[in-house]
């Protein structure tokens, strides 16, 4: 997998467009059909994904497989740490350790711009990620409920990696 950073409107569209495909699959046993689409809308969309870059921060690794976009992972400074906003991968390139990869960028731009961790927020009940980000070296530090509007909240573990 070849990882590319974001940069031009094409690749934010192209971007938004996986990341709406990914959600509707990924998400679907663990979130309501209308919260997927309530937060792919806010954090996921093109306008969102345009925001994020060009006023919070963010940075977006793209993951290629020749011209094909299979996976993304978002990422912005949040004062001594970093924040890993996104990490997604295609269906069918699962399984394959290109998360790896992806989660190799973050900790390498990190560690880059002095950071003393990378966290994230995941899911309480999406068993598979925890388990991932667990191997990976994160723990949990915190749990969390958000409200994001519209009656919906994300209930959420705070996992850390220590740099």
């Known amino acids: 997998m070849e ?31 209308e919260q997927i689409d309530y937060m792919v809308q806010m954090y996921q969309s093109p306008d969102a994904l345009t925001r994020a870059v060009r006023r919070e921060g963010y940075t977006y690794f793209l993951g290629y497989e020749g011209d094909d976009l299979v996976g993304y992972c978002g990422v912005k400074p949040d004062g001594d740490r970093l924040f890993l906003s996104k990490l997604y991968l295609r269906s069918d390139m699962r399984g394959k350790h290109l998360s790896s990869l992806l989660l190799a960028r973050a900790v390498e731009l990190a560690r880059t711009e002095g950071k003393r961790a990378v966290y994230l927020t995941c899911n309480k009940y999406n068993a598979h990620s925890l388990d991932v980000y667990h191997a990976k ?27």
């Not at 192209?14 to 495909?21: F, P, S």
Request: with cysteine; glycine share 6%; hydrophobic share 45%.
């Open 137 to 163: 070296g994160f723990k949990d530090v915190d749990a969390v409920v958000t409200d994001i509007g519209h009656g919906f909240v994300m209930d959420d573990y705070i996992l850390q990696l220590d740099l």
């Open 3 to 33: 990882i590319r950073i974001c940069k031009t409107d094409e690749q934010l569209a192209q971007l938004a467009r996986l990341a709406n495909e990914i959600w509707h699959e990924y998400f679907a046993g663990l979130l309501s059909p």
